[in-house]
Nanobody
Framework: QVQLVESGGGLVQPGGSLRLSCAAS????????MGWYRQAPGKQRELVAR???????NYADSVKGRFTISRDDAKNTVYLQMNSLKPEDTAVYYC???????????WGQGTQVTVSS
């Protein structure tokens, strides 16, 4: 079965940190670019960060300098280190796998991140 399983979400205070993990199974992990998206209530899902197989990364302007995406191909896992969290980072965060050449997409179920005092 093709599956992305996310973990690490939760409630943190402004300025705090969280590390999200996404474990992939049922796919050839090295053939996929991995990304983190988020969706706040009433808003469109947006790309937060992306990392390609070769290691190149892209970040939304709103998270540059605060978030870091990384991948461990040996563990079939992608991470999102989130530092200096702000209330506006509150959203459901989704893991995504996008095949390098056939365009197939796999999505995780989402994990809630809440930044509040």
């Amino acid at each position: 079965q093709v599956q992305l399983v996310e973990s690490g979400g939760g409630l943190v205070q402004p300025g705090g940190s969280l590390r999200l993990s996404c474990a992939a199974s049922g796919i050839r992990f090295s053939m996929y670019a991995m990304g983190w998206y988020r969706q706040a209530p009433g808003k469109q899902r947006e790309l937060v960060a992306r990392i390609r197989s070769g290691g190149s990364t892209n970040y939304a302007d709103s998270v540059k300098g605060r978030f870091t995406i990384s991948r461990d191909d040996a563990k079939n896992t992608v991470y999102l280190q989130m530092n200096s969290l702000k209330p506006e980072d509150t959203a459901v965060y989704y893991c995504n796998a996008h095949h390098n050449w056939n365009g197939a997409d796999v999505w995780g179920q989402g994990t809630q991140v809440t930044v509040s005092s």
